[in-house]
Nanobody
Framework: QVQLVESGGGSVQAGGSLRLSCAAS????????MGWFRQAPGKEREGVAY???????SYADSVRGRFTISKDNAKNTLTLQMNSLKPEDTAMYYC???????????????????WGKGTLVTISS
């Protein structure tokens, strides 16, 4: 049973920082893509950061330079460090995972296999 559980959301002032965590369990992919997504009311879901099992990362233009995605293989944990937060970062944030074939890309995709329930991030001006 694959489980993804997000934590670390909250309410902070613009310019502040938050660190989101995703505890993952139950997946046995040899190669995989993990990502952080967000969705604000009335907007489409957006992939903000990705990391594959080999380590390479990618970011949406809107968060590049401010957010950092990382993983701890020993602890099965995915992290999103968010700095210089802006009101437009307000959204529900989700972590997700997808198994990858040898030549399948990770960055930019939204067809993930499993999703967490989300954690709410609210940034005030």
């Amino acid at each position: 049973q694959v489980q993804l559980v997000e934590s670390g959301g909250g309410s902070v002032q613009a310019g502040g920082s938050l660190r989101l965590s995703c505890a993952a369990s139950g997946y046995t992919y040899r190669r995989y893509c993990m990502g952080w997504f967000r969705q604000a009311p009335g907007k489409e879901r957006e992939g903000v950061a990705y990391i594959n099992s080999d380590g390479p990362t990618s970011y949406a233009d809107s968060v590049r330079g401010r957010f950092t995605i990382s993983k701890d293989n020993a602890k099965n944990t995915l992290t999103l460090q968010m700095n210089s937060l802006k009101p437009e970062d307000t959204a529900m944030y989700y972590c997700a995972v997808r198994g990858l074939g040898w030549y399948e890309p990770c960055a930019g995709r939204n067809d993930m296999d499993y999703w967490g329930k989300g954690t709410l991030v609210t940034i005030s001006s």
